[in-house]
Structure formats: C-alpha cells, structure tokens
C-alpha cells in the first residue's frame, strides 16, 4: 500500500495578528538551552511566573515534562501500546533521538507562537543545527526575531556541583552512556539573542534579564 502525501494546507479565518491583538502582545518562542544543572528550567520558570503576573500569555515546555508524554521513550509507550509501536515512536537520547525530540518541541512551540503565545522552553538543545533548524520552523511561518534563543551559560564546575538530579556524579561513574558535558558534546551558541552568566546571578536577577530583553525586542507591552 502507497502511501497518501496527498495534504493541503488550510489557512485560519483568525491570523495571528488577531489572536495577539486580544492578547495585547506579541508571539514568540524564548528558547533555554545550556548544561544540564544551568539553571535553564529554574530561570524560565521564574520569567513565565513573572510574565504571569503582568497578564502575558504564557506557556513553559520544559524537557524532562515533555519526555513523559509527546516524547515519551519506548519504555513509557509500552505501558499502553505494543513493543513495536513503542520501538519506532520512542525517543532516548541517542543523536538522532535527540534531533526529532527538539523537532517534535519547535513545531509545537510554532503552534504557541502563531497563538500569540510567548511560549517558553528548556531543553539541553546541545547541537546547534537542531537549535538552527527550530530557528528556520518558527521564522519561516513568522518572522525573524520570533526565535530568541536564551543561552544560560553556567560553567561545567557550577554544574556539576549543583547536580540536582545526581546525573553528573553516573556519568563519571561509568553508569550514565552519551552524557552532554562529560563524554558528549554540548555546542554553545555563538549569536545568542540572550546571554545569561548562569553562575553569576540569582534566578530572579536572570529573569528579569530576560524580561528586559523581550521588552526591548517588543515582543511586550511598553511600559
């Protein structure tokens, strides 16, 4: 049987300039990366909660969430379907694994983005090509400047030491395969719209970094 690629695109009576005129703000997608323990997750929650607060609609994907359910691994999906179907759709954390995972997160964060929704993510993203590629995904059905990719910068040292979920401390022991930072690469953004020295500042200070930022890129009400 051949498959049908037979599909349309159906455009929406309700554009996104309607949708961000009710919001009264601008759509975008705030992309976190950095090593695990930067701080990524803890900084963009305090932007959503901060934003939340001034009435912006908001929405946070972060990583370790979306792997429990639309990137679950195989062995989640066994629970509720077949070894085979949980062997194609799950995502570990191999290379190509990780590229469809970021994929699967940029078309739904352009989903938020073309609502009018400033949707924020946390992920490690180490390889620049996926980061690039969501890049080419919302800016395609946008703009430019409706990507603003967040780099935390928090040294390997500070995370390591931090190693809120003992992650760091398998890797070097051997128990932990393909780990970003110990025996995987992560790739650093090189043109960041944002910069945050990670172990530098308190996670409120870096939020309102952040905060400052979007207000300049005018993705926020002008105060």
């Given amino acids: 049987m051949s498959e049908n690629v ?83 759709f799950g995502l570990g954390f191999g290379a190509q694994d990780r590229a469809e995972n970021i994929r699967r997160i940029g078309a739904v964060a352009d989903l938020f983005c073309q609502a009018g929704v400033l949707v924020l993510t946390a992920f490690v993203s180490p390889y620049q090509a996926d980061r690039d590629a969501v890049r080419r995904i919302v800016e395609s059905s946008g703009s430019a400047g409706d990507f603003i990719e967040v780099f935390v910068d928090t040294p390997l040292a500070v995370c390591e030491q931090r190693d809120p979920k003992g992650l760091y401390k398998k890797a070097r022991a051997g128990e932990i395969k393909g780990f970003t930072g110990i025996d995987n690469p992560y790739e650093a953004p090189a043109k960041p719209e944002v910069h945050l020295a990670g172990g530098d500042y308190s996670p409120d200070q870096l939020a309102d970094q952040v905060i400052a930022e979007l207000r300049k890129m005018r993705k926020l009400p002008q105060v």
């Fill in 6 to 88: 037979d599909i349309t695109w159906h455009d929406h009576h309700v554009s996104r300039a309607d949708r961000e005129k009710l919001n009264g703000h601008g759509g975008g997608v705030v992309w976190f990366t950095g090593l695990s323990g930067s701080g990524k997750s803890t900084v963009a929650n305090a932007v959503d909660g901060k934003l939340h607060q001034m009435g912006i609609h908001t929405f946070l994907l972060d990583g370790d969430n979306v792997r429990h359910g639309l990137n679950a691994s195989g062995k989640i999906l066994e629970e509720s379907y077949s070894p085979e179907f949980a062997q194609r």
